[in-house]
RNA sequence: GGAGAGGUGGCCGAGUCGGCUGAAGGCGCUCGCCUGCUAAGCGAGUGUACGGGGUAAACCCGUACCGAGGGUUCGAAUCCCUCCCUCUCCGCCA
């Protein structure tokens, strides 16, 4: 959400700079809805402070019938509040739908664009793969090996519900005890098991409702979403909360799967593993001052870098324009994995720094000294990474002529030492 | 799922037949005093949000908040209703 006080004071802007995203907000009616909500509230709290103040007066006096006159007159002022805080209530609830519904601005560094095509490449890390045969893609890969089931997948749950089983089952477990342990051990992320189903205020807090509700899995009863990704409940472990400055940065590192309606995205990657209902994530997250979070930014997006240079998967890092910025984010580096197979690179990791702005949707504070005024924190956070993508590109890179997949030699030793997939 | 108990400030914990209780008392914390060291002792302070004033701040005024939302009342932490959560026992279960 953004700051009230600021859009008040700095409309102009505001509009222009979120223009950038191609999305018209619309201001005018903040103005107005903010302009009627500090009338009431001054209208209802000054009838509230007479109320008050006779109603001691009231209390203190024994003979009942002399202050008869006041306690009807209270009586018609109390009428009054409630005629006004119902109003105030209504226009609160339309100021605040309106805000969460506006997304963030993004960062003066952000490149301005309308779409992907105007995204900066900022890098490219290692040497493309080279293959004295067609490379396949993945989904042939897989089920040349026997280890990716598509069919049965669909079998069982429908479209975009895939069956590992022997080796890839493996690779995958493997992935994730190897990001897990890089982040924890190497780059001091605590790491988190968090819940996978969440309600509507986590869901609020990080910004997925109330605008895009028709992308998540709902539960009826109870009233819970399962998570698109960890960074729901991760970041909302400190929802309502006040950190000690001293305590910052605060970074968590999770292991989830994560569950996406994909909903507008028919006819898209429909083979492969590329775009499913249910996929695995490590993911990365941090609260920092506000000062900082520039910079935790270029260090998250290098952890997550970390995990492909070690697996020797050449990438690119591309810096998102205004018009490709997911909703609540300020500043997005997208890591593409490259993928022989399709010959092109895809993305296999978003690293976002939002700044204030789901700090203040879930109130995550922190507090330099004691005795100071809490401030918002930063939050971030990036994919370190998406796992069943990781294991996509380690199919296609490492793939062999014979339909074969050589296993990279840092997961060897979390496949008991397994230089090699061969057909089961 | 059944039965019972309970949700008050950073923590513990009082709140009588509704009224100077933002909330006793204790602990913790901060600052000052005292003190060979440590410990103890003395004094003062110690929530958040929103609105208004003042603005570089400090600060001042008002309102709200005793799990959440409604209701009764001139007035509710205190009474009534609904919901949520926690704990104990039983049942069930990985």
């Known amino acids: 959400m953004l700051d009230p006080k600021y859009l008040r004071d700095n409309l102009e802007e505001a509009q222009r700079r979120l223009a950038t995203r191609g999305e018209e907000a619309n201001l005018a009616a903040f103005t107005d809805l903010d302009r009627r909500r500090r009338e009431l509230l001054g209208e ?31 009586k018609e002022v109390s009428a009054q509040i409630k005629t006004l805080d119902d109003e105030l209530k209504a226009v609160e609830e339309n100021l605040q739908g309106l805000l969460l519904r506006i997304p963030n601005i993004p960062h003066e560094e952000t490149p301005v664009g309308a779409s992907e095509t105007d995204n900066r490449e900022v890098k490219r890390w290692g040497d493309l793969p080279t293959f004295d045969f067609e490379p396949k893609a993945h989904w042939d890969i897989g089920e040349g090996l026997g280890i990716l089931d598509f069919e049965r997948g669909t079998k069982i749950t429908g479209t975009r519900f ?11 477990r493997a992935l994730i005890n190897f990001m897990l342990d890089l982040h924890t051990g190497e780059h001091k992320y605590v790491e988190i098991l968090p819940p996978l189903m969440v309600n509507r205020d986590s869901m609020t807090g990080t910004g997925q409702l109330p605008k895009f509700e028709d992308d998540l899995f709902h539960l009826d009863d109870p009233d819970y979403f399962l998570i698109p990704t960890a960074e729901v409940p991760v970041t909302n472990i400190h929802r309502n909360e006040i950190l000690a400055g001293s305590d910052l940065p605060v970074c968590y590192t999770a292991y989830t799967p994560c569950f996406r309606k994909e909903a507008g995205s028919y006819g898209k990657d429909t083979r492969g593993l590329i775009r499913q209902h249910q996929f695995n994530k490590v993911e990365l997250v941090k609260f920092v001052k ?31 324009c205004s018009g490709d910025l997911g909703f609540s984010a300020a500043r997005t580096f997208d890591i593409e994995v490259w993928l022989p197979g399709q010959a092109t690179y895809r993305e296999i990791s978003s690293c976002s720094n939002f700044r204030d702005y789901q700090a203040r949707r879930a109130a995550i504070r922190f507090r330099r000294e004691d005795g100071e005024k809490p401030e918002l924190v930063h939050t971030l956070n990036g994919s370190g990474l998406a796992v069943g993508r990781t294991l996509v590109a380690i199919l296609e890179n490492y793939q062999q002529a014979d339909g074969s997949v050589l296993v990279p030699e840092a997961l060897r030793p979390y496949l008991g030492g397994l230089e090699r997939i061969d057909k089961s």
Do not use: C, F, H
């Open 162 to 172: 895939t069956l590992y089983r022997g080796a890839a089952a493996k690779l995958e």
């Open 44 to 74: 209802s709290e000054a009838l509230k402070a007479e109320k008050n103040r006779v109603s001691a007066v009231i209390g203190q006096t024994k003979d009942k019938g002399a202050v008869q006159g006041e306690i009807v007159r209270m």
């Open 290 to 320: 506000p000062e900082d979070s520039d910079a935790e930014l270029a260090q998250l997006l290098d952890n997550a870098e970390e995990v492909l240079r070690r697996l020797k998967l050449p990438y690119r890092v591309v810096d998102l």
